[in-house]
């Protein structure tokens, strides 16, 4: 299931969210039954620290185990790419523990 983070800040006005609620929101509990993807295209100017708060709440759903294989960022804004590389980098740590 692909999801457009650029849709879902767009549509909310609020300074900080949660994309786990705001997900559920728009696709209910059909997010959990297939791999999510989330589309970052079309995000400018957004700070990676507002990103990594607005994901985290999606990463903790998953197992850190299962993150790789349930969760895919596509077209990820140069800053938060390296957000992600730690996320993957500590759940494959997690998997091979």
């Known amino acids: 299931m692909r999801v457009h983070v650029h849709t879902i800040i767009q549509s909310d ?8 609620v705001k997900v559920r929101e728009a696709y209910g509990d059909a997010w959990r039954e297939s791999p999510l993807e989330l589309d970052f295209s079309g995000i400018r100017n957004v700070s990676p620290s507002f990103l990594s708060q607005a994901v985290s709440p999606i990463i903790r759903e998953f197992p850190p185990a299962q ?6 960022f596509t077209n990820v804004p140069q800053p938060f790419e390296l957000i992600w590389q730690k996320v993957q980098q500590a759940a494959a740590r997690i998997r091979l523990s």
Not at 67 to 72: A, I, R, S
């Open 13 to 20: 006005a609020a300074i900080t969210f949660d994309l786990g």
């Open 67 to 72: 993150v790789p294989d349930h969760l895919k």
